[in-house]
């Protein structure tokens, strides 16, 4: 099993060589006159940033590319998977799964000195999460 893994709507996404994931927190400061209340969300939205080199044949990159296409506006799952190892030997799984994820953007790098590049961004609604030893 590779390290990590990225899964959207079910394909695995391969060539993968970065994912960023940020919490959407929203916070809130009112002044008083007893000092600054802060307050948040009890829930709050994620974003999910996956680059890539673009994929090794037409068929995947077609396939990816009808997948992003359906989710401007279908919501799908993005799943992500990452193997991590310990000093000690012992080896753990964290799967998240973000939920209900739309199309936020897309971009594409081609450049002279490297392999072309994707990048997407999605936005989920909400995420599970589980981590366990192997």
Same mark, same amino acid.
């Given at each position: 099993?590779?390290?990590?893994?990225?899964?959207?709507?079910?394909? !695995?996404?391969?060539?993968?060589?970065?994912?960023?994931?940020?919490?959407? !927190?929203?916070?809130?400061?009112?002044? !008083?006159?007893?000092?600054?209340?802060?307050?948040?969300?009890?829930?709050?939205?994620?974003?999910?940033?996956?680059?890539?080199?673009?994929?090794?044949?037409?068929?995947?990159?077609?396939?990816?590319?009808?997948?992003?296409?359906?989710?401007?506006?279908?919501?799908?799952?993005?799943?992500?998977?990452?193997?991590?190892?310990?000093?000690?030997?012992?080896?753990?799984?964290?799967?998240?799964?973000?939920?209900?994820?739309?199309?936020?953007?897309?971009?594409?790098?081609?450049?002279?000195?490297?392999? !072309?590049?994707?990048?997407?961004?999605?936005?989920?609604?909400?995420?599970?999460?589980?981590?366990?030893?192997?």
């Amino acid at each position: 099993m590779a390290d990590k893994i990225i899964i959207i709507d079910g394909v !695995t996404v391969g060539r993968g060589n970065s994912v960023k994931i940020e919490d959407n !927190t929203s916070l809130s400061t009112e002044d !008083t006159f007893d000092g600054p209340v802060v307050s948040g969300m009890a829930k709050t939205s994620y974003s999910v940033e996956i680059q890539k080199l673009i994929a090794p044949n037409v068929e995947s990159y077609l396939e990816l590319r009808n997948i992003l296409n359906d989710m401007k506006v279908n919501k799908k799952e993005i799943t992500i998977k990452e193997t991590v190892r310990g000093n000690d030997g012992t080896t753990y799984t964290i799967t998240q799964i973000f939920l209900r994820c739309l199309v936020d953007s897309y971009s594409k790098e081609l450049s002279v000195d490297s392999l !072309t590049t994707e990048s997407m961004k999605f936005t989920a609604e909400d995420l599970d999460e589980d981590a366990r030893r192997d």
